[in-house]
């Protein structure tokens, strides 16, 4: 197993673990909202740009996930994503959110799950958070449903807008899609199941509120 691993706090003293991070997508931003970011995956990830930690994100966060200030899962989504069955056996694939979920209040820190809309239509995950793309001026859609310890509420963001010119997976090709979600970084393979960062520093704004915090 291993050790904890905790980043230097910069000013603002919040720190983040990510887990089942990927390639850092929702990873950075959150740093760009201001927390300092330990990620954890069960697979190597060689451009993840911040701290990182390979090992089980279920076991790191029931031994850990108490150090931090707040708790972001992105328990994997094959098992609920309807491209799956296109292309698989959902049944082929673990079910971690009802686990994830668990483990992650257990640490009596505030959490936040992501995952696919199916896990919301399924019941699976509280929808308290539906984003997509466009709410942020992005040329994508990928709609991503956000569960919380807090509940939903606090700024809303604009509905979407999926217009005409948008980005499509299939016709523009992989690169240009990493690169409009702002996910530079990446390879191409890694983007494909990556999120766009300003979702995610859309989410930790909501909690800094909650927090009676400002963003950096």
């Known amino acids: 197993m291993s050790a904890c691993v905790l980043p230097l706090r910069r000013p603002n003293g919040l720190r983040l673990l990510d887990l089942c991070c990927g390639a850092g997508g929702l990873s950075m931003g959150y740093y760009l909202a201001g927390f300092d ?15 990182f930690v390979q090992a089980d994100g279920l076991e ?30 959902p049944g082929d694939h673990p079910d971690l959110v009802g686990p994830g979920r668990e483990v992650m209040e257990a640490t009596g820190r505030p959490w936040v799950m992501e995952n696919v809309p199916e896990t919301a239509a399924a019941g699976i995950l509280r929808p308290d958070y539906l984003l997509c793309g466009t709410q942020f001026g992005l040329s994508l859609r990928r709609h991503r449903v956000f569960e919380t310890s807090w509940g939903g509420g606090g700024d809303l963001v ?10 499509a997976f299939t016709h523009k090709g992989e690169r240009a899609y990493a690169d ?17 960062p300003a979702y995610a520093q ?13 963003a950096a």
């Open 37 to 51: 970011i330990v990620g954890v995956d069960i697979r190597p990830q060689p451009n993840y740009p911040f701290t």
């Open 202 to 214: 859309w989410i930790a704004a909501q909690f800094l509120a909650q927090e009676g915090r400002a």
């Open 180 to 196: 409009a979600m702002g996910c530079t970084w990446m390879s191409n393979l890694e983007a494909r199941k990556a999120v766009p």
């Open 60 to 89: 790191y966060c029931a031994r850990y996930g108490h150090a931090f200030d707040l708790v972001h899962g992105s328990w994997p989504c094959e098992r609920y994503a309807t491209v799956t069955r296109w292309r698989g056996n």
């Open 158 to 167: 604009a509905p979407c807008w999926h217009r005409p010119g948008l980005l």
